[in-house]
């Protein structure tokens, strides 16, 4: 659980950072960049979160079974 609030920070913070470059160098390209860039990010996350809920619900099924 600490590792998906502290990841939700961390992408929170890395989205501000790259979004306001963006703002302030204000060109297309690089734009486009921090969107795909910034698109990947969230991506990463969201994968790693469905990881370890599917590890964590797993090691509770395989511990209820050992009972």
């Given at each position: 659980?600490?590792?998906?609030?502290?990841?939700?920070f961390?992408?929170?913070?890395?989205?501000?950072?790259?979004?306001?470059?963006?703002?302030?160098?204000?060109?297309?390209?690089?734009?486009?960049?921090?969107?795909?860039?910034?698109?990947?990010?969230?991506?990463?996350?969201?994968?790693?979160?469905?990881?370890?809920?599917?590890?964590?619900?797993?090691?509770?099924?395989?511990?209820?079974?050992?009972?």
């Open positions: 659980m600490d590792n998906i609030i502290t990841g939700a961390g992408i929170g913070l890395f989205l501000a950072f790259i979004g306001g470059l963006a703002e302030s160098i204000g060109e297309l390209p690089f734009i486009i960049i921090v969107v795909g860039i910034g698109s990947l990010a969230l991506y990463d996350y969201y994968e790693n979160v469905r990881d370890a809920r599917k590890e964590a619900a797993n090691k509770a099924q395989a511990s209820s079974l050992e009972s």
